[in-house]
DNA sequence: CTGAAAGCGCTAACAG
DNA sequence: CTGTTAGCGCTTTCAG
């Protein structure tokens, strides 16, 4: 068993009460030079580090966030994460970062941890579905009273911070449209959030272009994996398309996959999109066309809701509601800025 | 202020004792059936969760691991991360996870933060020279007696595992050389792990070939950026190569990048291996040879590991190392498998 | 089987 | 300025 040095120890070693200790290891008080130094003195020899447990106990703070996202493994939550933790640790938080696979019940088991472990606020970012969906969980967290802001999904009574999806995908699904293209394939599902069908679906009608529903596929997953089989899927319907916009970068590089195995020129034969531009979109050959999502300022403001809303008592919180703007970044594989036949092969069809 | 509910709540609205309550939500000792019946209604009415802080001060275990790794926005390190944190959960453990931007500073107040939060274990995944360089770390750690792993570096009287980088760079330079090239680049230093370095300076010298040292680059981060730079100087400094084999796999992709702009083709005019194999490898253009790290493998060898650690006293831990084998991914941006030209060309300069 | 009581390590009044 | 004391919410002897 290992015997921790606590402040009954530092008190002891330096002749003086505990609270003196206490005292001048939290700084706010009046303590004389001379027994500061000798606590000081103690802490060092002793190897003393003051218990947070304890700590949290008594403050009723555990100066934690939870935070929730899909998948740790996909570089965009892996990048949201780290942004939300740096930020977080400027504000003297320390953050718990669970990753729930889309799984109903890994999401209220982590829910259920945060609350026991007594997390100051949640972070929650999550497919909208669950969230609105699971009404136990929903209730689990108001009767809690855990402080709690959400990614994307719109809840009533909770604060949340939201990519403007329907413009961002209406704008690159336009920006396919006004490039020549009008059989347009979209690559989502509600995993990937539904307003970005309903921003490809609106590109469409306002347009007046034939939405053709075969040409809408949904998906359950964020790899690449289910973006290369629903490209085979759709390749294997025969149905026509000569333009694809996807939810998501990871779908987008498997289907770009799928396409080239079939030797269909990207962005030559059909335009893709996709959404996130994580890293790898301006790697990937050819690089992707694709809405930028603004990772840092919607980590900020995510943080800044939560403090906000922390510092609310629970019965009088105003939930309030962030739109981020997003950003189309147009690269080589909607077929601009590479070669200009490409644009005017489309023009002229 | 939140009114949580406690132990006493529930005992009142029971009418029983707190300890009867404490009996039931445990389940251990033994408690009539009626009574426990009362009690587990009084839970369920009142929305009762066991305080997991005040728990923890008493068992002196918060069931709490922390895992410390060079950055989360890193595929690799994400994917190790995850991989971690989820067969930590299934041995009834929550992971605290920090990134430390290889800063020193940061890792001393990541590891200063663990202490105070009293986790039951760390699992350090550094870069090696700071973990055995900086002594007042190691210190802190061992006075403080947290049992800890690392990934990697071995320090002297800790449990560590490794891949084995010297054989696994060993075989990716001879796999080059075997393809008949003899000019063979380096990017890597002591940030990707020095060993990387040593098997390829093994494999060169193995086989007789001229080291030329202006071939070898250090670089001070694991991003596509780095190599990107690191390529362009190496273009600039006129050295002639014919292969490049790179610390990690991000490496590589910046490479590739600065050889592509540069009118050099991947694999014929250059081969290129990385290390790591993350999941953008096989989705790159060309696809990536690499040396697949066995990361699930090593999450696996790592909790054991440290579970074991935990068991053991302070004062008698005997250190175990464990290096875990690798394997040679090939693909085409080696020039394998995609056209034999490339092979042949070399071969008979 | 169940209740009373003693803390875990620390902070925060409350007195000196 | 400094010491004494009462808990925070829970587990765990120790007696019934």
Redesign the pocket.
Known sequence: MI?????????KKA????????????G?????????KKVQLAVETLN????????A????KTQTIGLIVPQLSNEYWALMSEVIQNQLWLNGYTTLISSTDNETDKENAYLKMYIERRVDGIIYCAPSQHLSGDQQQMDMLKRSGVPIVTLDPSVVGISCVTGDHLLGSFNAVEHLIQLGHRNIAYIGGPVVSIEREFGYRKAMMMHRLNLNEALILTVNGQTPKEGYRALQQLLASGEKFDALFCGNDMLAFGAIKALEEANIRVPEDVAVVGYDDIQSASLFKPTLTTVRQPISDIGKELIGLLLQCMDQEVGNRTPRKIVVPTELIVRESSGVGKQDETFFFHEER
Chains 1, 2 share one sequence.
Request: charged share 25%.
């Open positions: 015997i921790k040095t606590t402040i009954k120890d530092v008190a002749g003086v009460s505990i609270s003196t200790v206490s005292r001048v290891i939290n706010m008080d009046r303590v004389s030079k001379s027994t500061t003393f580090y003051p218990d947070h447990v304890a700590r106990m008594i403050n009723k």
